[in-house]
């Protein structure tokens, strides 16, 4: 491993750790400081990731249902966010699996999901 490769994953791992305390310390529900959803706030309407913010405070202080209340795609797609990690890291080991997470079939299915979700939680005030 390079140096180069070394220090992007210390500084990357650090900025998980204080973006996990953060978040942990913080309920972004009562903090003023935490950036409010844009397209909620001038449409009225949930983005696909509404409440992610929320809903990261909750599972990282153990209330899995009440991260799910507030965002029930991001703890359904958490492990494969960490697949895509895992990927990542280890492209060059293992090129066949990380060409397989960013297949076109998995790029459009996850995107047919996302829309799903996005008009499933404002049709149905999910």
């Given at each position: 491993m390079t140096r180069r490769r070394v220090t992007q994953l210390v500084v990357g791992l650090a900025a998980l750790v204080v973006a996990a305390v953060v978040y942990f310390t913080f309920?972004?529900?009562?903090s003023a400081w935490f950036p409010k959803c844009p397209f909620l706030?001038?449409?009225?309407?949930?983005?696909?990731?509404?409440?992610?913010?929320?809903?990261v405070h909750a599972l990282l202080t153990g209330n899995l249902a009440t991260a799910w209340h507030y965002n029930a795609l991001l703890v359904v797609a958490l492990p494969f966010i960490?697949?895509?990690?895992?990927?990542?890291?280890?492209?060059r080991r293992y090129p066949r699996f990380d060409a397989a997470l960013n297949?076109?079939?998995?790029?459009?299915?996850v995107l047919v999901?996302?829309?799903?979700?996005?008009?499933?939680?404002?049709?149905m005030g999910w």
């Amino acid at each position: 491993m390079t140096r180069r490769r070394v220090t992007q994953l210390v500084v990357g791992l650090a900025a998980l750790v204080v973006a996990a305390v953060v978040y942990f310390t913080f309920d972004p529900s009562h903090s003023a400081w935490f950036p409010k959803c844009p397209f909620l706030v001038l449409t009225g309407y949930k983005c696909p990731g509404c409440g992610s913010q929320r809903a990261v405070h909750a599972l990282l202080t153990g209330n899995l249902a009440t991260a799910w209340h507030y965002n029930a795609l991001l703890v359904v797609a958490l492990p494969f966010i960490a697949l895509l990690l895992a990927g990542l890291a280890m492209r060059r080991r293992y090129p066949r699996f990380d060409a397989a997470l960013n297949s076109l079939w998995v790029i459009w299915t996850v995107l047919v999901v996302i829309i799903a979700w996005w008009l499933a939680r404002n049709i149905m005030g999910w």
